[in-house]
């Protein structure tokens, strides 16, 4: 099935920049102009052409069903199966795609809703039908895996898959177990598909009035706007307005997360790992140290963001500062408004130093019909990229011509254009990269564009504004997401120690969490509690630690491309085409960094303290000047 990348940075994305009939609500997606959307048409033409995959995928799941009990009669069997499968997969990955991506255009939309719930309902059909396939090849003597290996020149595109299949024998359970598993897997669904609807369809956010006194309405995507302003009754109203939508469903959150912690549990428990985090990170040969190792790293410094929020707390001239301050730039009188064309050349420029033929995929991919630009009613929050084998990526976005914004398109495309390589050179058995992987190749973008502003920008103020930024971005992706991967930690330790998940169970430990990253200078306002609540990732378990060892890896290679030029160019571009062929350590062993290691993760929260103490020495200078 094809894989769903989404991007989270603090969690929440950006407003439309597009026009409307009525400035105080979203525009409808009729409103857009086209240029803006993606062309989902070129995954499917027309609807009917979905129905007839749709049809075809149906049909041929008796075929996929006949392997069962015959893989090990020969290697030509094996092989057929194995074939049979990826066919079946491909498809599916193009359905899913469309159907999900077409109801992310407008969650409300019944129709959608419905084609997605139809193919996730074929998914799982599909899933029991080949749930024998692992369990057959497994069951087999390794003596006649290899012999068939050797015999059947077409099962080479499958050796990776069989190493590691094998190397992961013991949690695979018998056919009949599995098959139960799989159909069980729409059910087990059901928490984040409650919490989607909830969150995007059925949330109403109040209005608040905005810098010049208009009445808005406020929405997820407003949101980063609202808490990013110069006025700090505009924050905090957008702040408590959020926050206490949230809190007034907080129990039924509670219930949906504690839903997909139950889920979770039991498919570890099944499978027999010692923990659900060993059960995350062990089908990616990920070894537990390199989550526990960020965690303990990030704590060494934490004094560096204590001392981050101490100076905005100075620089904004706070008595207090508040969690609705975070966000706020360093410079009031520094805005920076980039209209999406703008951007686009912004981030062509920027990436450069990847080279010509990855210029030449990146100016495809922003003028092809690729990108849904502009939020509209109903639309996904958020951002994400998401490739599905045989058709180009597609990237989703909620641009509101910031800086933000700009940075995010460049993440997106990173992602892209890494589906984009990964598709063109490895066959699907090996095409779908691992999310830790794929944070690397979208944040390698993000830096690279961040180097390039602070490298042009001579202006003292815009100066302050982009290392502002780059601090920002540690702060929300290195330090932010690794307080998500202690909540995570700590939230199922105590689930499997038998403890209750509540309500008042996650507002403590969400609210002691920020009271222990952010510092003594933080205000923690009480509405900071049930942040947890909107936080899609949590339904993704142990996640989003991938953003920070991603960041890591990206900030080391960067370097790499930057003072190396073409050796280590040629380097990226491997690993990008190397797509799921071997495990993500070893892959970025090859890219040049070892994340086995805590080094990355330290000399990236090393280099936040150089570009911190420069920040201090350019406050200083504005102030005396």
């Known amino acids: 099935m094809a894989k769903l990348i989404p991007f989270l940075a603090d969690a929440v994305f950006f407003p439309t920049a597009a026009k409307t009939s009525s400035t105080a609500g979203l525009p409808v997606r009729e409103e857009i102009p086209d240029k803006y959307k993606w062309r989902l048409e070129d995954i499917y033409a027309s609807e009917e052409l979905w129905e007839q995959d749709f049809a075809k995928l149906k049909n041929s799941l008796p075929q996929l069903a006949a392997y069962k009990g015959q893989l090990a009669?020969?290697?030509?069997?094996?092989?057929?199966?194995?074939?049979?499968?990826?066919?079946?997969?491909?498809?599916?990955?193009?359905?899913?795609?469309?159907?999900?991506?077409?109801?992310?255009?407008?969650?409300?939309?019944?129709k959608y809703q419905a084609l997605t719930g139809k193919t996730e309902a074929l998914l799982a059909e599909m899933g029991a039908v080949t749930a024998f396939i692992e369990p057959e090849i497994i069951a087999m003597p390794e003596e006649k895996l290899n012999e068939f290996r050797r015999q059947e020149q077409g099962l080479a595109e499958y050796s990776f898959y069989f190493d590691n299949l094998m190397r992961q024998k013991k949690h695979v359970l018998s056919p009949a177990e599995e098959e139960?598993?799989?159909?069980?897997?729409?059910?087990?669904?059901?928490?984040?598909?409650?919490?989607?609807?909830?969150?995007?369809?059925?949330?109403?956010?109040?209005?608040?009035?905005?810098?010049?006194g208009q009445t808005v309405t406020l929405s997820e995507g407003r949101f980063r706007s609202f808490i990013m302003s110069p006025d700090r009754r505009v924050r905090q109203a957008a702040f408590t307005g959020l926050f206490n939508t949230y809190k007034q469903f907080r129990n039924t959150f509670a219930a949906t997360l504690g839903g997909s912690v139950k889920k979770n549990i039991f498919y570890t428990r099944t499978r027999k790992y010692n923990s659900t985090l060993e059960a995350a990170l062990e089908p990616d040969n990920v070894p537990l140290a390199v989550y526990n190792n960020l965690i303990a790293t990030v704590h060494e410094h934490l004094p560096l963001l204590h001392r981050y929020v101490a100076l905005k707390k100075q620089a904004l001239r706070l008595d207090e500062i508040h969690m609705y301050d975070l966000y706020v730039p360093l410079v009031s009188d520094v805005r920076i408004t980039i209209p999406y064309d703008e951007a686009l050349q912004m981030v062509q420029e920027a990436l450069k130093p990847l080279g010509a033929e990855y210029s030449e995929i990146l100016n495809k991919g922003l003028t092809?019909?690729?990108?849904?630009?502009?939020?509209?009613?109903?639309?996904?929050?958020?951002?994400?990229?998401?490739?599905?084998?045989?058709?180009?990526?597609?990237?989703?976005?909620?641009?509101?011509?910031?800086?933000?914004?700009?940075?995010?398109?460049?993440?997106?495309?990173?992602?892209?254009?890494?589906?984009?390589?990964s598709h063109a050179n490895q066959p699907y058995a090996t095409a779908s990269y691992t999310t830790f992987t794929a944070e690397v190749a979208s944040t390698t973008n993000e830096i690279l564009l961040i180097d390039h502003m602070l490298k042009v920008t001579h202006d003292k103020r815009q100066k302050l504004y982009f290392l502002n930024q780059y601090l920002e971005a540690v702060r929300g992706t290195v330090y932010r997401q690794t307080m998500f991967a202690e909540f995570e930690k700590l939230l199922y330790e105590k689930a499997e120690d038998g403890e209750t998940i509540t309500a008042d169970m996650l507002d403590d430990l969400w609210r002691e969490l920020n009271r222990k990253y952010y510092g003594p200078d933080i205000v923690v306002d009480e509405e900071i509690a049930v942040e947890w609540a909107r936080i899609p990732h949590f339904y993704w378990h142990f996640y989003v630690y991938q953003y920070v060892t991603g960041y890591a890896a990206a900030t080391a290679l960067a370097e790499q491309i930057q003072r190396e030029g073409e050796p280590a160019q040629k380097r990226y571009i491997e690993f990008l085409k190397s797509g799921g062929c071997d495990y993500s350590i070893n892959i970025l062993k090859r890219a040049g960094v070892d994340m086995s290691s805590p080094q990355p993760v330290a000399v990236t929260l090393n280099k936040f303290g150089e570009r911190l103490n420069e920040l201090e020495k350019l406050l200083a200078a504005i102030d005396n000047a």
């Not at 669904?189 to 369809?201: K, T, V, Y």
């Open 180 to 212: 139960i598993l799989s159909r069980a897997s729409e059910v087990t669904q059901a928490a984040e598909n409650i919490f989607n609807m909830l969150a995007h369809a059925d949330l109403r956010f109040p209005q608040i009035q905005n810098e010049s």
């Open 368 to 421: 092809s019909g690729w990108i849904d630009v502009y939020e509209n009613q109903g639309k996904q929050t958020g951002a994400y990229s998401w490739g599905t084998y045989g058709v180009h990526p597609f990237v989703l976005l909620n641009y509101n011509d910031r800086y933000d914004d700009v940075s995010t398109l460049a993440h997106e495309m990173g992602h892209a254009i890494h589906s984009y390589y």
């Open 73 to 110: 009669h020969s290697a030509q069997n094996l092989l057929k199966c194995l074939k049979a499968r990826d066919e079946a997969g491909i498809t599916a990955g193009k359905l899913y795609a469309y159907a999900r991506m077409r109801r992310d255009e407008n969650s409300a939309n019944a």
